[in-house]
């Protein structure tokens, strides 16, 4: 079988904002929905680390529908201020 292409994005529980691009994660979901992919949209919430949520996000694509990780792209860990804060958070 073919490789399936899933679209993983973090937001903003609260509010629903995408946070270093500033912009609503249903203009992702439009994206997504354009491109023919799946969107796997994952609030981050305070208090908790954003690799544990994106793990745990990752965890449950795996059980409830059979699709593992292979590879993970970030499409703006380039721009220092955004790798910087990831590192740190």
């Known amino acids: 079988g073919g490789r399936r292409i899933v679209l993983l994005t973090t ?27 799946d969107l796997l949209a994952v609030p981050l919430t305070s208090g908790t680390a954003y ?13 409830d529908t059979g699709t593992r990780a292979r590879q993970l792209v970030f499409g703006d860990l380039h721009v220092e201020y955004i790798r910087a804060w990831r590192e740190e958070h």
């Open 11 to 37: 937001f903003s529980g609260p509010d629903g904002i995408v946070g270093h691009q500033q912009i609503p994660v249903r203009w992702v979901a439009a994206q997504a929905r354009a491109m023919g992919i």
């Open 51 to 63: 690799e544990e949520v994106v793990e745990a996000a990752l965890r449950t694509l795996a059980e």
